[in-house]
């Protein structure tokens, strides 16, 4: 008890070595290393909203926030840009006017 986000992102890396499968494990470790602003956070969170169309909005967010934070500014730009690229080819789960926020909210825990 006491150890917060360590434990639970401890926790969280052995339901995902056990369970690797799961998609959703997968992104909630990349997106509490992301958010806070772990590099190793990155690549997870890439490969996870590729493979998942549905976490894409919320993981893309979370990757142009992520790059914004680090002044990292072509980088921030690139995900509402692949977000949009998205919509448009009707790859997004729900219609082109939602934002980012309301796709992304099945993703957020």
């Given amino acids: 008890m ?3 986000p360590v434990a639970s992102l401890r926790m969280r890396r052995a339901l995902v070595a056990k369970y690797s499968e ?3 494990g997968t992104f909630l470790v990349g997106r509490q290393l992301v958010a806070g602003g772990y590099a190793d956070g990155v690549a997870p969170m890439e490969a996870i909203i590729e493979k998942e169309p549905s976490a894409f909005a919320a993981g893309a967010e979370l990757l142009r926030d992520y790059d914004w934070r680090r002044n990292e500014r072509e980088l921030a ?3 509402p840009r692949r977000f949009v ?3 448009r080819r009707g790859c997004a789960p729900h219609s082109q006017t939602d934002s980012l926020k309301t796709l992304g909210h099945a993703w957020r825990a």
Avoid: F, L, S
Wanted: with cysteine; hydrophobic share 35%.
């Fill in 77 to 79: 730009t690139h995900w």
């Fill in 85 to 87: 690229e998205r919509c």
């Fill in 22 to 24: 799961v998609a959703a």
């Fill in 2 to 4: 006491g150890e917060g």
